[in-house]
């Protein structure tokens, strides 16, 4: 059978492809816009984690290493201790130095919420 709108068809299965990755969301967190890690953890896996995971590879994590190189602060993001949510909230929208902004069209406010939250726990 041929395909009638094949970008359709493409961007069904990527839009189903997220859900998968991201994992079953509960009514009651969708209903209370509760933050949730296990979401966040997802989330960050997919944005988040190319540039600052642990590793070689990472520029996020390498430009991290660098700037706190002598005072004991982890370079990974998710070995921190001290992210309150605002702040990863903040530097996700607006971007810091090399890393840019990420605009709602790519990591919603919810999602952005439960990266918040699994990096603040």
Known sequence: MKMRYPALAAL????????????????????????????GQAVFNHWCAPCHAAGPGHPGTQGLELKYRDSGVPA??????????????????????SMAP????????????????????
């Open 76 to 97: 990974v993001l998710e070995e921190r201790k001290d992210l309150a949510p605002e702040f990863v909230r903040t530097i996700v929208r607006q971007g810091m130095f």
């Open 12 to 39: 069904n299965a990527a839009l189903l492809g997220g859900l998968i990755v991201m994992g079953p969301l509960t009514r009651d967190a969708l209903a209370q816009g509760t933050p949730d890690q296990a979401r």
């Open 102 to 121: 990420f605009r709602k069209t790519e990591i919603t406010d919810a999602e952005l919420a439960d990266i918040a939250a699994y990096l603040s726990k």
